[in-house]
């Protein structure tokens, strides 16, 4: 598979997620609570120029910090490609970052492992069955379905 095969994949957040959850991560997140590392991602909108916001969970591996897309190619990573920075805040905390896609399936194997097995009990559903205990193949298989952002934050 080309790392283009699954560009168009998403899956929307159901009600629950979009009406309750991300809003209440959202809210706590903004007032410097932050629900087991998540943050609030904020990136220029590619056709509004507007900010947008929305919850995500970083992972740090070995010093590098990673922004995974458990939903596929959803509005904040068209927008993330397009801007190719961002911030992510927790309070009154903002990290200013660049970022760049990976796209070489052993690369994000290696990141989606820990991802995982950190937030499995949260996104784990959006990962085919496929868990942190998974085979490198197994990973690799899905990698194209999750878009994988390296962080270098400033």
Do not use: C
């Not at 959202?26 to 007032?31: A, D, K, S, V, Y």
């Not at 507007?50 to 939903?71: F, H, K, M």
């Not at 009990?121 to 899905?142: C, K, N, S, W």
């Amino acid at each position: 598979m080309n790392a283009n095969s699954h560009a168009d994949r998403y899956l929307a957040p159901d009600l629950f997620t979009r009406k309750v959850f991300n809003p209440l991560v959202r809210w706590l997140t903004r007032r410097g609570i932050s629900v087991w590392g998540s943050r609030e991602l904020r990136v220029v909108g590619r056709t509004s120029g507007e900010i947008r916001s929305v919850p995500v969970n970083p992972i740090q591996i070995d010093g590098t910090w990673y922004l995974v897309a458990p939903r596929g190619t959803t509005q904040w990573v068209r927008n993330l490609r397009a801007a190719g920075a961002g911030e992510l805040v927790v309070g009154r905390r903002t990290q200013k970052f660049e970022a760049s896609e990976l796209v070489d399936p052993s690369e994000k194997a290696r990141v989606l492992r820990p991802y995982l097995t950190k937030w499995k009990f949260e996104v784990g559903r959006f990962f085919e069955g496929v868990g942190p205990d998974a085979t490198d193949a197994e990973l690799e298989a899905i990698a194209d379905n999750h878009p994988i952002f390296v962080l270098d934050l400033r």
